[in-house]
T-cell receptor, first 113, second 113 residues
Framework: AQSVTQLGSHVSVSEGALVLLRCNYS??????LFWYVQYPNQGLQLLLK??????LVKGINGFEAEFKKSETSFHLTKPSAHMSDAAEYFC???????????FGTGTKLQVIP | EADIYQTPRYLVIGTGKKITLECSQT?????MYWYQQDPGMELHLIHY???????EKGDLSSESTVSRIRTEHFPLTLESARPSHTSQYLC????????????FGEGSRLTVL
Protein backbone atom coordinates (compact mmCIF):
# COMPACT_ATOMS: atom_id res chain seq x y z
CA ALA A 1 0.00 0.00 0.00
CA GLN A 2 1.15 3.54 -0.62
CA SER A 3 0.41 6.85 1.06
CA VAL A 4 1.37 10.49 0.85
CA THR A 5 1.75 13.06 3.61
CA GLN A 6 1.86 16.76 2.81
CA LEU A 7 3.05 18.88 5.71
CA GLY A 8 1.13 22.12 6.03
CA SER A 9 -2.32 22.58 4.55
CA HIS A 10 -1.58 26.29 4.03
CA VAL A 11 1.73 27.96 3.19
CA SER A 12 2.25 31.71 2.77
CA VAL A 13 5.28 33.27 1.11
CA SER A 14 6.15 36.74 -0.04
CA GLU A 15 6.45 37.46 -3.72
CA GLY A 16 10.03 36.74 -4.76
CA ALA A 17 10.70 34.40 -1.82
CA LEU A 18 11.55 30.71 -1.95
CA VAL A 19 8.66 28.30 -2.21
CA LEU A 20 9.03 24.97 -0.36
CA LEU A 21 6.13 22.52 -0.21
CA ARG A 22 6.81 19.29 1.64
CA CYS A 23 5.78 15.79 0.66
CA ASN A 24 6.70 12.46 2.24
CA TYR A 25 5.58 9.16 0.83
CA SER A 26 5.44 5.53 1.73
CA UNK A 27 5.42 2.77 -0.80
CA UNK A 28 6.11 -0.93 -0.62
CA UNK A 29 7.85 -0.81 -4.00
CA UNK A 30 9.85 1.89 -5.80
CA UNK A 31 7.39 4.64 -6.55
CA UNK A 32 6.53 7.01 -9.27
CA LEU A 33 5.89 10.45 -7.77
CA PHE A 34 3.98 13.44 -9.04
CA TRP A 35 3.15 17.02 -8.18
CA TYR A 36 -0.08 18.46 -9.52
CA VAL A 37 -1.36 22.04 -9.28
CA GLN A 38 -4.99 23.12 -9.06
CA TYR A 39 -5.95 26.73 -9.74
CA PRO A 40 -9.30 27.98 -8.41
CA ASN A 41 -12.29 26.38 -10.12
CA GLN A 42 -10.03 24.24 -12.30
CA GLY A 43 -9.01 20.61 -12.54
CA LEU A 44 -5.55 19.34 -11.63
CA GLN A 45 -2.59 19.88 -13.96
CA LEU A 46 0.68 17.96 -13.86
CA LEU A 47 3.63 20.06 -12.66
CA LEU A 48 6.32 17.39 -12.73
CA LYS A 49 6.91 13.68 -12.26
CA UNK A 50 9.65 11.40 -10.97
CA UNK A 51 10.02 8.12 -12.82
CA UNK A 52 13.49 7.01 -11.62
CA UNK A 53 15.41 8.63 -14.48
CA UNK A 54 16.89 11.47 -12.39
CA UNK A 55 16.48 12.43 -8.74
CA LEU A 56 16.14 16.16 -9.48
CA VAL A 57 13.11 16.76 -11.61
CA LYS A 58 12.31 20.02 -13.35
CA GLY A 59 8.74 20.93 -14.15
CA ILE A 60 6.70 23.72 -15.61
CA ASN A 61 6.61 27.31 -14.35
CA GLY A 62 10.08 27.09 -12.75
CA PHE A 63 9.21 24.40 -10.20
CA GLU A 64 11.44 21.47 -9.38
CA ALA A 65 11.45 18.59 -6.92
CA GLU A 66 14.11 16.27 -5.58
CA PHE A 67 13.54 12.60 -4.87
CA LYS A 68 15.35 11.54 -1.68
CA LYS A 69 14.95 7.85 -1.08
CA SER A 70 16.67 7.92 2.31
CA GLU A 71 14.20 10.50 3.55
CA THR A 72 11.22 9.17 1.55
CA SER A 73 10.63 12.74 0.47
CA PHE A 74 9.73 14.57 -2.72
CA HIS A 75 9.61 18.24 -1.76
CA LEU A 76 8.59 20.87 -4.32
CA THR A 77 10.58 24.09 -4.63
CA LYS A 78 10.69 27.27 -6.65
CA PRO A 79 13.44 29.88 -6.09
CA SER A 80 11.21 32.93 -6.47
CA ALA A 81 7.45 32.98 -5.93
CA HIS A 82 5.19 34.79 -8.33
CA MET A 83 1.65 35.95 -7.68
CA SER A 84 0.43 33.54 -10.34
CA ASP A 85 1.75 30.60 -8.26
CA ALA A 86 -1.11 30.98 -5.79
CA ALA A 87 -2.95 27.67 -6.07
CA GLU A 88 -3.36 24.32 -4.35
CA TYR A 89 -0.61 21.75 -4.84
CA PHE A 90 -1.06 17.99 -4.57
CA CYS A 91 1.64 15.38 -4.18
CA UNK A 92 0.79 11.91 -5.48
CA UNK A 93 2.37 8.46 -5.54
CA UNK A 94 1.91 5.37 -7.63
CA UNK A 95 3.86 2.12 -7.17
CA UNK A 96 3.66 1.46 -10.88
CA UNK A 97 2.79 4.41 -13.01
CA UNK A 98 -0.29 3.03 -14.62
CA UNK A 99 -1.82 1.76 -11.42
CA UNK A 100 -4.16 3.76 -9.23
CA UNK A 101 -2.65 6.98 -7.97
CA UNK A 102 -2.84 8.03 -4.30
CA PHE A 103 -3.01 11.76 -3.61
CA GLY A 104 -2.08 13.80 -0.58
CA THR A 105 -4.49 16.24 1.08
CA GLY A 106 -3.03 19.24 -0.74
CA THR A 107 -1.23 22.44 0.28
CA LYS A 108 -2.70 25.84 -0.52
CA LEU A 109 -0.02 28.32 -1.44
CA GLN A 110 -0.67 32.00 -0.79
CA VAL A 111 1.69 34.57 -2.32
CA ILE A 112 1.77 37.91 -0.54
CA PRO A 113 2.64 41.01 -2.60
CA GLU B 1 -3.86 21.62 -22.67
CA ALA B 2 -5.75 18.41 -21.90
CA ASP B 3 -8.75 17.51 -24.01
CA ILE B 4 -11.06 16.23 -21.33
CA TYR B 5 -14.37 17.89 -20.70
CA GLN B 6 -16.87 17.76 -17.88
CA THR B 7 -20.44 19.04 -17.82
CA PRO B 8 -22.10 20.59 -15.98
CA ARG B 9 -19.43 22.62 -14.17
CA TYR B 10 -21.89 23.57 -11.43
CA LEU B 11 -25.16 21.90 -10.45
CA VAL B 12 -27.57 22.69 -7.62
CA ILE B 13 -30.43 20.24 -7.21
CA GLY B 14 -32.95 19.05 -4.66
CA THR B 15 -32.84 15.83 -2.70
CA GLY B 16 -34.10 12.77 -4.54
CA LYS B 17 -33.29 13.96 -8.04
CA LYS B 18 -31.42 11.81 -10.53
CA ILE B 19 -28.30 13.40 -11.95
CA THR B 20 -25.69 12.47 -14.52
CA LEU B 21 -22.28 14.08 -14.68
CA GLU B 22 -20.77 13.88 -18.13
CA CYS B 23 -17.10 13.31 -18.94
CA SER B 24 -15.61 13.08 -22.41
CA GLN B 25 -12.04 12.93 -23.68
CA THR B 26 -10.69 13.22 -27.21
CA UNK B 27 -7.25 11.72 -26.54
CA UNK B 28 -8.23 8.10 -27.19
CA UNK B 29 -7.25 7.08 -23.65
CA UNK B 30 -8.38 3.66 -22.49
CA UNK B 31 -8.15 4.41 -18.78
CA MET B 32 -10.59 6.83 -17.17
CA TYR B 33 -11.26 7.72 -13.54
CA TRP B 34 -13.69 9.58 -11.29
CA TYR B 35 -12.36 11.24 -8.15
CA GLN B 36 -14.31 12.93 -5.37
CA GLN B 37 -12.73 16.04 -3.87
CA ASP B 38 -13.75 17.69 -0.60
CA PRO B 39 -11.97 20.69 1.00
CA GLY B 40 -8.94 19.68 3.06
CA MET B 41 -9.23 16.06 2.05
CA GLU B 42 -7.24 13.96 -0.35
CA LEU B 43 -8.76 13.10 -3.70
CA HIS B 44 -10.62 9.83 -3.39
CA LEU B 45 -10.95 7.45 -6.31
CA ILE B 46 -14.58 6.35 -6.60
CA HIS B 47 -14.69 4.66 -10.02
CA TYR B 48 -12.32 3.67 -12.79
CA UNK B 49 -12.41 2.02 -16.17
CA UNK B 50 -9.65 0.38 -18.17
CA UNK B 51 -11.66 0.24 -21.38
CA UNK B 52 -15.06 -0.17 -23.00
CA UNK B 53 -17.48 -2.26 -20.92
CA UNK B 54 -14.99 -2.31 -18.03
CA UNK B 55 -15.83 -0.47 -14.80
CA GLU B 56 -14.60 -0.95 -11.25
CA LYS B 57 -15.28 0.66 -7.89
CA GLY B 58 -12.49 2.69 -6.38
CA ASP B 59 -11.12 3.01 -2.88
CA LEU B 60 -13.96 5.18 -1.57
CA SER B 61 -17.40 3.64 -1.46
CA SER B 62 -19.87 5.64 -3.50
CA GLU B 63 -23.57 5.31 -4.25
CA SER B 64 -22.94 6.56 -7.76
CA THR B 65 -22.66 4.34 -10.82
CA VAL B 66 -20.70 4.67 -14.04
CA SER B 67 -20.80 3.25 -17.54
CA ARG B 68 -18.28 2.96 -20.38
CA ILE B 69 -20.02 2.24 -23.64
CA ARG B 70 -17.64 4.31 -25.74
CA THR B 71 -13.93 4.91 -25.24
CA GLU B 72 -14.32 8.67 -25.08
CA HIS B 73 -17.30 8.83 -22.71
CA PHE B 74 -17.45 7.99 -18.97
CA PRO B 75 -20.60 9.37 -17.31
CA LEU B 76 -21.35 9.18 -13.59
CA THR B 77 -24.94 8.82 -12.36
CA LEU B 78 -26.63 9.31 -9.00
CA GLU B 79 -30.11 7.78 -9.02
CA SER B 80 -31.32 9.72 -5.97
CA ALA B 81 -29.15 12.59 -4.82
CA ARG B 82 -28.75 13.40 -1.12
CA PRO B 83 -27.03 16.29 0.68
CA SER B 84 -24.18 13.91 1.57
CA HIS B 85 -23.39 13.74 -2.15
CA THR B 86 -22.47 17.43 -2.18
CA SER B 87 -18.88 17.54 -3.42
CA GLN B 88 -16.63 18.24 -6.37
CA TYR B 89 -16.28 15.40 -8.85
CA LEU B 90 -13.19 15.25 -11.03
CA CYS B 91 -12.86 13.11 -14.13
CA UNK B 92 -9.42 12.05 -15.36
CA UNK B 93 -7.84 9.85 -17.98
CA UNK B 94 -4.45 8.48 -18.93
CA UNK B 95 -2.96 6.59 -21.80
CA UNK B 96 -1.92 3.60 -19.72
CA UNK B 97 1.80 4.17 -20.08
CA UNK B 98 3.94 3.27 -17.11
CA UNK B 99 4.51 6.87 -15.98
CA UNK B 100 0.80 7.23 -15.29
CA UNK B 101 0.31 10.95 -15.84
CA UNK B 102 -3.33 11.83 -15.29
CA UNK B 103 -5.20 14.41 -17.38
CA PHE B 104 -8.05 16.05 -15.50
CA GLY B 105 -11.23 17.80 -16.50
CA GLU B 106 -12.20 21.06 -14.80
CA GLY B 107 -14.56 19.33 -12.41
CA SER B 108 -18.28 19.28 -11.66
CA ARG B 109 -19.31 20.91 -8.41
CA LEU B 110 -22.52 19.32 -7.13
CA THR B 111 -24.68 20.83 -4.39
CA VAL B 112 -27.67 18.85 -3.16
CA LEU B 113 -30.15 20.83 -1.07
Amino acid sequence: AQSVTQLGSHVSVSEGALVLLRCNYSSSVPPYLFWYVQYPNQGLQLLLKYTSAATLVKGINGFEAEFKKSETSFHLTKPSAHMSDAAEYFCAVSPLGYQKVTFGTGTKLQVIP
Amino acid sequence: EADIYQTPRYLVIGTGKKITLECSQTMGHDKMYWYQQDPGMELHLIHYSYGVNSTEKGDLSSESTVSRIRTEHFPLTLESARPSHTSQYLCASNSGTETGELFFGEGSRLTVL
